[in-house]
């Protein structure tokens, strides 16, 4: 619930610091996002390569790129909603979605320069937190109280997809908070209660796997070893080797909650609230926990081209240190 969260917190600052267009926040998030003086110093809530590009997404509609591995950012020059986005993908140079409050779903078809809308429903605020697209066609994106959406025409049309109920559930209303793949083409979704969905046919059905523990998972990411790890609320973190079947608790040597989690070039990185961040280096079993100084909100994380992590947060673009 991290995402919705700080999103939400933000909506609140943003209205009480200065003064919304006539008309509803339903009506003001669909319009134009406007055009901000510090883009890369506003909320930034989600990160991802467009090639040898950076596209990172967040508050008000705001789209920041970066052509030089994070040193300068610009603004998209075009996006068709101010919904908060909170989350972004591509599956090559050009080609991205980006997704967020009230159901948007904006895309892109050159590199991130420009957004047009692909969805939005502005009868009711039900958030979409995650998206993933296998190919240029076929794509999930997941949301509140179990909304799960897909396409496999790149975004034209977008169904609902029954989710199933959970173990002793009456209904399926687990937030859905971030869906990844493995290598095998295997689709896993970050659940509440400690539940992970998985799918090996694309999406089209899911079962819950049970990692043994109670908490939010916020975060999730497939290692090059085989690994599938996860993270979320006060430090929690489990680990599959065999693809979901089983898990097991890792101690990662904090209780901050952990925000995301990334595959680096020899092991894992993960950041987390309270300036939360931490490695574990291949081959270990042990963790290097380090705290900034701020305590800032990190969001998210990415490796850039020299291997050091870029750190995105409530206060946008961060040096690491």
Known sequence: MIKMLVACAALCVSAAVWALPPG?????????AHAWPAPAHMML????????RIVA???????????????????????????????????????????GQWGVILATADG?????????????????????FTSQRDGVAVGLWS??????????????????????????????????????GALYIDSEQGMVLKSTDGGANWSYQATGGKGTLWTGVALPDGRIVVGGLLGSLYQSSD???TWAALNAGTKSSITDLVATRNGLMGVGLDGLMFRQREGSTS?????RDDRATLTAALIDGAGKPLLFSQDGVLTAR
């Open 24 to 32: 509803t926040v339903a009506n003001w998030a669909a319009k134009p």
């Open 45 to 52: 809530m989600d990160a991802a390569r467009a090639g040898s």
């Open 57 to 99: 997404v967040g508050e008000h509609g705001v789209i920041v790129i970066s052509d030089d591995e994070g040193k300068t950012w610009r603004q998209a020059k075009g996006v068709a909603a101010s919904a908060t986005l909170s989350a972004v993908t591509f599956t090559d140079a050009q080609h991205g979605w980006a997704v």
């Open 112 to 132: 991130g320069e420009t957004w047009q809308k692909q969805r939005m429903d502005l009868s009711v605020d039900q958030p979409l937190f995650s998206v993933l």
């Open 147 to 184: 909304l799960m959406l897909a396409t496999h025409d790149g975004g034209k049309t977008w169904t609902k997809v029954t989710v199933p109920k959970p173990p002793g559930g009456t209904r399926a209303d687990r937030n859905l908070y971030h869906i990844f793949a493995d290598r095998k």
């Open 243 to 245: 693809g979901g079947a």
């Open 287 to 291: 963790f290097e926990v380090h705290q």
